[in-house]
């Protein structure tokens, strides 16, 4: 019993000393190892993902083994996240900013990490067009937008197309044509859409052009009209704003086989070559007559043909001794169109040549279709005329073609076409010949020699052309020659008028109205100052001061002098005073080889080695000073100004300068101190041509066009 007793408390006493022994391992000093709490090395980053990507989040912790880990989102637990590292499923756009944590545990305790942030971004959607280009139909001229409208993940970039060809600098979402012309009709145009995750090119656009109308015109004669003003009123595209060298300029040429002495001739949609087109009719000095097709410069012509009958044998006549026109004589005038001649429409045209040492002169009416003669044509000249002057015989003066040249412009009033003749230089024997045809038939239909008894007179006028005014009445200006200075009834008793501003009846026969001749007219003949060195200008109707109606007429010659008469009542002829309407002097700095021109209450004159001047009117009279002038001179033979504007807006004076080399020049209307453009002004010779003596430069449907010695140059909005 005694030894049962000692074993147990034995026992107890073994155990009890194991107990305090594994008491001693845990945490004394006796030789044992510590469990250590985790701690976090390295905390989870937060992460940027797009929707639909994964993203993993990490990390590093030490402490005693085993380490256990417990990620949380938003501080829910994640089912089996349990490893160092989580991997979240794919994600949704409801997922960011979602914050992720983890708790890290061992036997010795837990610690929870600072939070990481998800941001999940939306996905970069591909562009998308929404709104595709729409098809565009303008007229000639105008300009076409384009416009597309798309979706997608920003920046968005675009790249426009013509013809499936990139359109240099048209990188926006809508693109704005330059000023179309007829051979952009049907040109196609898309654009490409394109961001980081691709392209997508849109539909295609179809532009639609139709040939010019509403605001288009047509120019039909020299300077627009009749009263030969030099307006052309209806030019919508160019204006005091765009006519710059920065945004206008030379487009190109049309290139022909001669002189361009003539003013081209313009038409809006005329049916030819299969389609409406704007046409240029342009004449050379080679006997040519070309239609262009005006909007796509530098083509071939439409039709060419030659009035020079080279199956007789016949060539150009050579220059008669007289450098005025040289070195061949062809078509010298600007020719006249009437669109209701013919199937088509008809271009009256005179043409001069030889065979030999035999000369012609014709007028021909060719289609302005096909260029096919038409009534039978061409008409020979020939005339005969009661009187004893120069180159008579029997009585009767007689037109030798040899003698003469073409120069002003043809007239074209109530089917009746007018032609007035020069002579070669002075070069004798010639008078002073106005001859009239039907335009139905080419038969003459009158003569009048306005020097039938004496000798010279030739009718120049710095090739502009002779006026009419409403009534049908024609008005020109006759060169040096023999005046009647003994009067019967006002008028020369001898029949001789030259030196005078003439008014002619248009009916047959072709009588002398009304005339004025300065006062010292014989001595200015003899000294070869020719009032009718420059030509004429007929104003619109005017007011006076007491409200009368006015019905005036400007003209100058070689004396530098501005003239105005009352086209009732010329003034005639007196030797002690020029009894006219109005007479400027000393405001011109030289004779006049040119026309004035009128636009808005203004006459423009351009005098040999003067400035450009504007005289305003007021009550029916011309300012005796000018109002404006251009900076630039014009040396010989100054300039013949022409004006375009809409209505009385924009209006633009333009001029020729013949120096070295041809300069176009644009002014402000209002003010000529301004001057908007000039040839010389762009870099690298860009708008240079070759300078021609009398051209005139013709404005049509935004384009100025201008002749040279072998060819039209077009100036106009550049692309």
């Not at 098809?135 to 920003?154: E, H, I, L, M, R």
């Not at 299969?274 to 007559?289: D, F, I, M, Q, R």
């Not at 009033?413 to 139905?440: K, L, Q, R």
């Not at 005078?500 to 007219?521: E, G, H, Q, R, W």
Request: proline share 5%; with cysteine.
């Amino acid at each position: 019993m005694r030894t049962s007793t000692f074993l147990t408390h034995l026992s107890a006493f073994a155990a009890s000393l194991l107990l305090a022994g594994c008491a001693g391992l845990k945490g004394g000093t006796g030789g044992g190892t510590q469990t250590i709490a985790p701690t976090i090395s390295s905390q989870p980053a937060s992460q940027s993902v797009t929707v639909g990507q994964t993203a993993t989040f990490t990390v590093m912790a030490t402490g005693t083994a085993p380490l256990t880990y417990q990620w949380l989102k938003n501080n829910s637990n994640i089912g089996a996240a349990t490893s160092a590292s989580y991997t979240t499923p794919a994600t949704v756009a409801g997922d960011n900013g979602a914050s992720f944590t983890v708790v890290v545990s061992n036997s010795a305790g837990n610690v929870t990490s600072s939070a990481a942030t998800l941001t999940v971004n939306t996905a970069p959607v591909g562009p998308s067009i929404t709104t595709q280009p729409a098809n565009q139909t303008v007229t000639v001229g105008q300009t076409a937008t384009f416009s597309v409208v798309a979706t997608g993940t920003a920046p968005l970039s675009y790249q426009w197309q013509k013809n499936s060809a990139n359109i240099n600098g048209a990188t926006s979402a809508s693109y704005t044509t330059p000023a179309t012309t007829s051979a952009d009709n049907n040109a196609k145009f898309d654009v490409i859409v394109t961001n980081s995750v691709n392209n997508v090119t849109s539909s295609q656009a179809t532009l639609t052009v139709n040939a010019a109308t509403g605001s288009s015109i047509n120019v039909v004669t020299y300077h627009y009209d009749n009263l030969r003003t030099g307006q052309n009123l209806n030019e919508t595209t160019l204006t005091t704003a765009n006519v710059n060298s920065t945004k206008f300029g030379k487009l190109g040429t049309f290139s022909v086989d001669g002189l361009v002495d003539a003013q081209p001739l313009y038409l809006s949609s005329v049916p030819i070559s299969g389609g409406a087109k704007n046409v240029l009719y342009v004449v050379t000095e080679h006997g040519s007559v070309y239609a262009f097709n005006a909007d796509s410069v530098g083509s071939a012509p439409l039709w060419k043909v030659s009035l020079i009958p080279t199956a007789n044998g016949e060539t150009t006549s050579d220059d008669r001794g007289c450098s005025q026109v040289t070195p061949e004589i062809g078509i010298t005038s600007t020719p006249v169109i009437d669109l209701t001649r013919g199937p088509h429409g008809a271009i009256y045209v005179v043409a001069m040549s030889k065979n030999g040492g035999t000369y012609f002169q014709r007028l021909h009416a060719l289609d302005v279709t096909t260029g096919a003669e038409l009534f039978g044509g061409p008409t020979t000249i020939q005339a005969t005329f009661p009187g004893t002057g120069a180159n008579s015989s029997g009585g009767n003066v007689i037109f030798d073609p040899a003698q003469y040249k073409e120069r002003a412009g043809l007239l074209e009033i109530n089917g009746t076409i007018y032609t007035t003749w020069a002579s070669h230089c002075d070069i004798d024997p010639y008078t002073s010949w106005v001859m009239s045809f039907s335009a139905s038939t080419l038969a003459p239909v009158s003569v009048l020699d306005l020097v039938p008894n004496g000798n010279e007179g030739g009718i120049w006028m710095a090739s502009t052309a002779p006026a009419a005014d409403a009534s049908g009445n024609i008005y020109f200006m006759v060169g040096n020659g023999d005046f009647g200075t003994a009067l019967t009834n006002g008028f020369p008793t001898n029949g001789n008028c030259g030196q005078c501003y003439v008014k002619i009846s248009p009916a047959a026969p072709m009588k002398l109205l009304d005339y004025f001749t300065p006062l010292n007219t014989v001595s200015e003949s003899n000294g070869d100052v020719d009032l009718g060195s420059g030509g004429p200008l007929l104003l619109p109707d005017l007011q006076d001061a007491s409200h009368n109606t006015r019905h005036l007429a400007v003209g100058s010659g070689k004396d530098a002098i501005i003239y105005v008469v009352d086209r009732d009542n010329m003034g005639k002829f007196s030797s002690s005073q020029n009894n006219i309407y109005q007479e400027i002097d000393g405001q011109l700095g030289g004779g006049v080889f040119a026309k004035p021109s009128y636009f808005n209450g203004t006459v423009y004159y351009g005098a040999v080695g003067d400035n450009l001047k504007a005289f305003p009117i007021s009550n029916a009279k011309l300012a005796t000073n000018p109002s404006s002038q251009s900076t630039a001179s014009f040396g010989y033979p100054g300039t013949t100004p022409s004006i375009s504007a809409n209505g009385t807006s924009n209006g633009i004076v333009w001029a020729i300068q013949n120096s070295s080399g041809g300069v176009l020049h644009a002014y402000d209307a209002s003010n000529l101190t301004n001057e908007l453009y000039n040839s010389n002004q762009a870099a690298s010779n860009r708008d240079h041509f070759a300078d021609n003596k009398y051209i005139t430069p013709m404005v049509a449907n935004g384009k100025v066009y201008v002749g040279t010695p072998n060819s039209v140059v077009v100036f106009g909005l550049l692309p």
